[in-house]
C-alpha cells in the first residue's frame, strides 16, 4: 500500500477497462487520480466510485488535452504521473489493401497523436514537480507481425514505442522517466466479443503464447503501477513488456 503516496496520476481512457482499473489501484496505493475519459459520464462515475477529479477529453484534440492538464493542477497542485491509456482498434482497421484511408487516420489521431499531445502538454508540468513517470500504452505489436493484421494500430503502436524510447533519453536528466507498456493479449469484453465472431480466433492465437492464456487486466495495470512507482526509479525509455512470454516465442509447448 502507499507506492503512489501523495502522487497526482493523470489516466486517459480511465472511463472503463484497464483504465478504470488503473484508477481503482493507483487510488489504493495513495494516488490522487484524475479520471480521463471522452466518455464524460464514464469519467464520472469511476471518479465518484474513487473519489478521483474526472475530466472529459478528446487525447486527439490539442485544446482538450490543454484543458486536461490544467484542470488536474487546479484541482491537486501539480502532477507527477502520467498514464497515456487512451486508445482505439475499429473493426474497419484491417489489411493494408482493404483498409481505407479514414480508418487509418481515426486510428492515429487518437493512438499516435493524443499520445504526441499528451506528452506534449503534461511532461512540462512533471518538470515543474523536478520530474515524474510517463507510462505510453504500446502494445506487443509494435514487436512482431501478425498476419491477421490491424495495419493502423500496429503502426500507431509501434509509433508510440519509438516516441517513448526518444523522450525517455530527452528527459532523463531532469527526472522525468518515460516508458512503453506493452501488453500482449488481455481479457477485456472487446477482444472476447472480437475472438468469439471467429470460430477458432481465440485458439489461433492463444497457441502463440507460451503461457497459453491471455492476461487479465489487473496483471497489466500491475505492471503500470510499477512503472508510476519510485520503485522503478532506474527503468526509462524501455520496452516494458508484459505478454506471457508471446514476443519470445518460436515455438510454445503446444
Known sequence: MNRLADKVC????????????????????GA?????????????????KVGGLAVQVDVADEASV?????????????????????????ADDDSVL??????????????TRGVFLCCKYGIPYLLERGGGSVINVASFVALVGAATSQISYTASKGAVLSMSKELGVQFARQGVRVNAL???????????????ETPGAAERR????????????????????????????????????????LTAAYVTPE
Open 10 to 29: 493523470v489516466i486517459t481512457g480511465a472511463g472503463g477497462g484497464m483504465g478504470a482499473d488503473a484508477a481503482e489501484l493507483f487510488t489504493e496505493e
Open 32 to 48: 490522487k487520480v484524475v479520471v480521463a475519459d471522452v466518455n464524460g459520464d464514464a469519467a464520472n462515475e469511476v471518479a465518484a
Open 206 to 245: 492463444l497457441v502463440h503464447v507460451p503461457m497459453g492464456r491471455m492476461a487479465k487486466p489487473r496483471e497489466i495495470v500491475n505492471a503500470a503501477l510499477f512503472l508510476a512507482s519510485d520503485e522503478a526509479s532506474y527503468v526509462n525509455a524501455a520496452t516494458f513488456v508484459v505478454d506471457g512470454g
Open 98 to 111: 482493404v483498409t481505407e484511408l479514414d480508418a487509418w487516420e481515426r486510428v492515429q489521431a487518437i493512438n
Open 182 to 196: 506493452c501488453p500482449g493479449p488481455v481479457e477485456t469484453p472487446l477482444l472476447l466479443r472480437i475472438w468469439s
Open 66 to 90: 490543454q484543458a486536461m492538464y490544467a484542470a488536474a493542477k487546479a484541482e491537486y497542485g501539480g502532477i507527477d504521473v502520467l498514464y497515456n491509456n487512451a486508445g482505439i482498434s475499429p
